[in-house]
RNA sequence: GAGCCGGUAGCUCAGUCGGUAGAGCAACGGACUUUUAAUCCGUAGGUCCUGGGUUCGAUCCCCAGCCGGCUCACCA
């Protein structure tokens, strides 16, 4: 389906693209340089409306950059020979107060500006500045590791043996005139480089005036050990990977040698530029990384522990005619060939139940559902759901299944079953506590919700501040109290057991029991993770369900589940007794990276439009 | 959808009891061959979110809007 995505979005932004470019190209002068069209595509691309160039047709000459005439003065002192030497070269003057990209506007950057100037000057001197490979051999934090290790077992201050080949961004810069320091991050954190102008060269050295914080670069060389201690590499050679010509907006990052902490000095911290631009946040905030990273150590641990289980993973419908397994309103899109409407799925559950009664006993599926509802701290559109089913397992068993896989992830994630969310300590240790739901709220309200009338409910979540609920039905109304009194004050791991039979359409009656389901949901730190119960698999009672639902939604309840006559008719041929989970991944990754926000765990959320 | 808070330099922020603005870092020029928030000297940089209104004059006050955050509602 990314595919049909991809067919369907391609065509219009080629267009825009054209048009875009024609509009703008029509509005340049002429004698307009490569660069300045190089950028003018960047511009387009990003999509940014603070683009680092916006044309303008008088200035240019009208106002040269005042640092440029004053070297320009200063160079002519014949110290230095030719186009080697401090500061910006002659070409980038030129380039910077001349053709092309000089059109800059003096609104945006000055930054950028200079650093279209450096571009041109690299290709001048005939340095490619976007390289096609590099031979990476080392990495930044294991090389240090390496080298200190190697320093203690041989006993030499001196082992420039250890050499290699290092790629990574540069984000650190102190130029000390014939010699500088460079750090170079990549993706296992951070080296510094050491360049010595009688090592690389003049014209070797020179490149280093044409580099900006943001570069791509790539050096090769040996490891050393600085006078201050500093595990360094020893640049031999130096290559430009990739010229990034628009500024990153890195904080100052200071490590406390005691301590090993670090603290950031400024930095990119407006939540909606980090969210927007999510590859600046990124590039800059060592931090962001790390918890993608766990997000996916989570995953992958989720993956390992079901596989080990014999489970089997599947990819069910994303597009589906009918949208159930949930109570949720979804997004409608229509299929053109078709001419039919089809519903983003709001979950899995019924396509993987279908697969075990077709003797896939063991089953999961980790993806987005989308739920068109409203976006807060804990929701967003489109999100991540792990579901699995197990043939020949209740509910109870299913418990079990979860609590070890909690305490998996959770080691995984965080290499300790106990973590903070929040400043609350959480212990992910099984068994966890379990809850009748009923109890729950009898507990809560102080009589027994199950005996309650409907009036009786209505005006008890009245009373706790809910509105609005008029007609909604005794599950409803239930859901909303539990919601309000008890949710909150689940904070260790905690099973909430056999929930009322109106709010579980999909679940088994509890056996000796028939007003609840065999169903649970687990809550930790307030927030509901997963939800979970045998599946009901008699095809009767599956209909009065269903008819139930649809009653409801005659009523108004717009979240209601459809009747599915094709699931209807897979129970038919027989579904096996079997258990079934769902958890939101999302949520999950939230609790084990303790960030407080669905936002910060998912790479690029939901926003409004930019303007 | 409602309430509260916010939007000022590339980044983080201060400020103007209404007279068109500052700091630190980043940038640019100069010095410096083991620095590390390098240092020192110098320079430049702003649609004070947008649009109206009040006013001699608005970044500031008022109204509307846009965007974001938090809380609430919604989210079985």
New binding site residues.
Partial sequence: MPAGAVAAQEPFHRDEDAQGGAVRAGARGEGEGEAGARVVEDRNCLGEPDTLLRLRSLHDGQRP????E??RC??GDG?RPGPV????PEEVRRGAGGVGMARAS??????GR?RLAKLAALKERGFEPYAYSFDVTRHAAPSVADFEELEEEADCEEDRGVAGRWAGRMV????????A?ADLEDRTGRV?V?F???VLGPDGYSLLDLL??GDWIGVEGGL?R?????V?ILAEDLRLLSKSLR?L????L??DSETGGTTT?????????R?RRRYADLAVNPGVREVFRVRTRIVTGIRRFLDDLGFVEVETPVLQPLYGG???RPFVTRHLALDRTLYLRIADELYLKRLIVGGMDRVYEIAKDF?N??I????NPEFTMLEFYQAFADYEDMMEVVERLMATVAEAAAGSRNCTYQGVEIAVEPPFRRVPFVDSLAAALGTDPLDASEDVLLELAETH?????EGAGR??LL??LF?ELVQPGLVQPTFVVDYPKE????AKEKRGAPRLTERFELFVAGQELA?AFSELNDPIAQRVRFDDQAALRVAGDA?AQQVDEDYIRALEYGLPPTGGVGIGIDRLVMLLTDQ??I?DVILFPT?????
């Fill in positions: 950059p005042h640092g440029c004053e070297g200063s160079c110290r030497h401090r500061g910006l003096e609104d945006l950057s000055r930054v200079m650190g810069f102190r130029s000390h005139g014939k010699s320091f510094q050491y010595k102008r009688n900006d914080l050393f600085t006078r201050m201690g500093q360094t500024p907006p890195f904080g100052k200071e490590t000095h400024s930095g990119f911290a407006d939540r909606e530029s969210y949930a109570s949720a739920r509802e409203g807060d701290r804990f929701h501040g809910a509105s609005g609920l599950g409803k859901d909303k919601g709010l579980s359409p999909l939800n979240e407080a926000s936002r926003l409004r439009e930019a303007e």
